[in-house]
T-cell receptor
């Protein structure tokens, strides 16, 4: 068991709606990264949070935003959903910034946009 | 640009050895990771190479050549449970890239009896 938990595990939304995904990091880990994994593809880095601030961002538009809370848990928010946002969203925690070391992934939230 | 290539699919026989190759071209390099992902599950860490050479961990070994932009994952004594997707990922490092891994598309390995 990795210790990283995500919710919800599955959800269905319609185009134009907004979604919030949640992640609790592994005990002792203060850094959370979010990845998007389309079917049959490798994960793509969305952004990372460290000490409640965004600390590194991939090539995703501003409608993808996030938060990190004092207990190191995190949220990913996606506004104005598009069909291409359908994917598995993975949260990963690690012990610090710099070299990522060993990332511990949650089971993911599978989002379907209709 | 950032590019990581690995074969899409491979098939091997139980008890055999299989080598999964990965080539990369990235703007920076501060280490290469291999992850295993079973269908419907989270990726799990297998290995990390930052210097040239071979890292061995039980039935799994990973090799890196930085000058060639090349790595491979070697799986020995294949078991049916090794059927999974194997993801190659590069940590480019550099300003603004903290914590960012660039993943290949993954290699789906099917182990047959």
């Amino acid at each position: 068991e990795t210790g990283v938990t995500q919710s919800p595990t599955h959800l269905i939304k319609t185009r134009g709606q907004q979604v919030t995904l949640r992640c609790s990091s592994q005990s002792g880990h203060n850094t959370v990264s979010w990845y998007q994994q389309a079917l049959g593809q490798g994960p793509q880095f969305i952004f990372q949070y460290y000490r409640e601030e965004e600390n590194g961002r991939g090539n995703f538009p501003p409608r993808f935003s996030g938060l990190q809370f004092p207990n190191y848990s995190s949220e990913l928010n996606v506004n104005a959903l598009e069909l291409d946002d359908s994917a598995l969203y993975l949260c990963a925690s690690s012990a610090g910034t710099g070299s990522p070391g060993e990332l511990f992934f949650g089971e993911g939230s599978r989002l379907t946009v209709l | 640009g950032q590019n990581i290539d690995q074969p899409t699919e491979m098939t091997a026989t139980e008890g055999a050895i299989v080598q999964i190759n990965c080539t990369y071209q990235t703007s920076g390099f501060n280490g290469l990771f291999w992850y295993q992902q079973h269908a419907g599950e989270a990726p799990t860490f297998l290995s990390y190479n930052v210097l040239d050479g071979l890292e061995e961990k039980g039935r799994f070994s990973s090799f890196l050549s930085r000058s060639k932009g090349y790595s491979y994952l070697l799986l020995k004594e294949l078991q049916m449970k090794d059927s999974a997707s194997y993801l190659c990922a590069v940590f480019p490092g550099g300003s603004g890239n903290t914590g960012k891994l660039i993943f290949g598309q993954g290699t789906t390995l099917q182990v047959k009896p």
